[in-house]
């Protein structure tokens, strides 16, 4: 965790189907901002991992009120992504252990008076004072709570990522060329960005080579029968 990554800090990550959430690098608002909505209960009681996004988007089209919590992290553009929005409470968490903890992410526990260590969330409290209140969690004091929505509190984007459609992503954007082709008993790979496994195959698809690339990286095959074969990176 705390690895930068598609414009944040990696801060959670599911590793069987290899989605995870980032965090904004910086807070997103200075002095805190209020959460909104005042004596209304808009109805995101979700806490859980995975919610914020859905909270975020139902609270940014109810509170319209410009420079609220949500409103700050859903119209949020940075580092190249605009897919931003304020954490559940059990997101909010992950970032405080996965991150604040590991000294990763510059959050805010200095700061003196309301805003000082405490975060939004993006959940209600799931009581009657939903129309008052909304889940706050303190990065001093390592719990959470009903905090009023007009209070000022510090604001942390998040935003999610899928790592098996980003990997993709990341070799459909490359440009590359294998040369010369035939070969003589080596080839080059121009257009990596970053080292790179390379396998090659024969006609009947049976696996006869590995081995990792840089950029312009010289590859020997002079092991290999004449023939033809199939590069996989």
């Given at each position: 965790y705390g690895k930068t990554y598609l414009g944040g800090l990696i801060f959670y990550l599911d590793t069987i189907n290899g989605s995870g959430f980032l965090a904004a690098p910086m807070d997103q608002v200075v002095g805190g901002a209020q959460w909104g909505c005042y004596g209304i209960a808009v109805g995101v009681n979700s806490d859980l991992i995975g919610a914020g996004a859905g909270n975020s988007a139902t609270i940014d089209a109810i509170c319209t009120a410009p420079g609220l919590a949500a409103d700050l992290c859903v119209n949020l553009n940075l580092?190249?992504?605009?897919?931003?929005?304020?954490?559940?409470?059990?997101?909010?968490?992950?970032?405080?252990?996965?991150?604040?903890?590991?000294?990763?992410?510059?959050?805010?526990?200095t700061t003196p008076g309301p805003s000082g260590s405490y975060y939004w969330s993006s959940s209600e409290v799931p009581s009657y004072i939903t129309t008052i209140s909304a889940d706050q969690y303190s990065f001093i004091f390592a719990?959470?709570?009903?905090?009023?929505?007009?209070?000022?509190?510090?604001?942390?984007?998040?935003?999610a990522f899928d790592l098996i459609l980003a990997q993709k992503e990341d070799v459909e954007k490359m440009t590359i060329?294998?040369?010369?082709?035939?070969?003589?008993?080596?080839?080059?790979?121009?257009?990596?960005?970053?080292?790179?496994?390379?396998?090659?195959?024969?006609?009947?698809?049976?696996?006869?080579?590995n081995t990792y690339a840089n950029a312009d990286e010289n590859i020997s095959v002079n092991g290999l029968s004449k023939g033809i074969y199939f590069v996989k990176l």
């Open positions: 580092n190249g992504y605009s897919d931003w929005f304020l954490p559940s409470l059990n997101e909010l968490i992950k970032m405080y252990q996965n991150l604040h903890l590991k000294g990763y992410g510059d959050f805010d526990v719990n959470s709570g009903g905090s009023p929505k007009t209070n000022l509190h510090n604001v942390r984007a998040a935003r060329l294998i040369y010369p082709n035939p070969t003589n008993g080596s080839f080059d790979i121009q257009g990596l960005e970053k080292e790179t496994n390379v396998t090659i195959y024969n006609a009947v698809g049976q696996f006869v080579f």
